[in-house]
């Protein structure tokens, strides 16, 4: 007989690729985990599901309620896939300059979707406000109820990541793992990773790797929430620190500006066939910097976070990256 598999039983599980090139560059074993397979794409399939199955266990969340998050859309993609699959309803509440990918993929997954201008994290305008405000507002007219996810202080979210993604590269590792990097959105990846590899070696070096325009590493090395520049990645780089990061320490930081996270992204595609969005470009970079902080014959981990294919309009589109002077190579032009 088959198993009978349902949809949230795909997340994860992925695979641990090896990066060859970055390996060879450094003489360490780096690789890079596969979560561009989860169902709905990204890592943040972790994250939906881990919320909603909290919810549920508080019994917030009851059958045909809505759920309302604010989110760079992958959060909002894997929201709605796992609704769909277990009788709930999504509002999504984006930043309007996201990819029109992840917009267009929402829509068609028939998330309720509102486009919010760029804001101030401290206006109620941002979109993680207006995702509250909306749930609250919905928590008092809907029948079924609503709940809001608040994925950044939600600690649901660091929670799967210690009992999943945390305990899959411990064991993909076979405990070989000596450092893991990574960048962050809502921190529940590297707080959750941090503390299933912490318990099991107190050793391992975890490391942050920052976009340009995020806060963290200047909190990080000098204590201070400042930010300076910007990114073309989404889904990484926060102007506060979120609750999912509350009293969790890093070995190194590390700021990755573009013009170092995007040739990853190129050449892990052209000459390793893997196809992966703008943070997990950082997060390489942030893999071969801990690689050099640690010196050859070490394992590194780092997460490849989404695909490609998600961020064409933005990393393959030469215009586009001609407008904001960042490097692209030839056969994109082409
Ligand atoms: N990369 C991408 C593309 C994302 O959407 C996210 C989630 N915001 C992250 C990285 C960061 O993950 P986390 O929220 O666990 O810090």
Known sequence: MPDKTLLPQLVGNTPLLYLRRVSELTGCDIYGKAEFLNPGGSVKDRTALGIIRAAEAAEELRPGGVIVEGTAGNTGIGLTLMANALGYQTVIVMPQNAAQEKIDYLEMLGAELLLMPSAAASSPHHYIRMAQQIAEGRAREEVKGAIWARQFDNLANRKVHYDTTGREIWDQTQGAVDGFVCAVGTGGT?????????????????????????????????????????????????????????????????????????????????????????????????????????????????????????????????????????????????
Request: proline share 5%; charged share 20%.
């Open 190 to 334: 590297l707080a959750g990773v941090a503390q299933a590899l912490r318990e099991r070696k107190p050793e391992v070096k975890i490391a942050l790797a920052d976009p340009m325009g995020s806060a963290l590493y200047r909190y990080y090395t000098d204590g201070e929430l400042a930010a300076s520049g910007s990114s073309i990645t989404e889904g990484i780089g926060v102007s506060f620190l979120p609750g999912n990061l509350d009293s969790v320490s890093v070995d190194f930081a590390f700021q990755v500006d573009d013009d170092s996270a995007l040739p990853h992204v190129y050449q892990l595609l052209k000459d390793e066939g893997i196809s992966v969005g703008g943070s997990s470009g950082v997060n390489v970079a942030g893999a071969v910097a801990l690689a050099q902080e640690l010196g050859p014959g070490h394992t590194i981990v780092t997460v490849l976070c989404d695909g490609g294919d998600r961020y064409r309009s933005k990393l393959y589109n030469a215009e586009f990256l001609w407008s904001r002077k960042l490097p692209y190579p030839e056969w994109i032009a082409s």
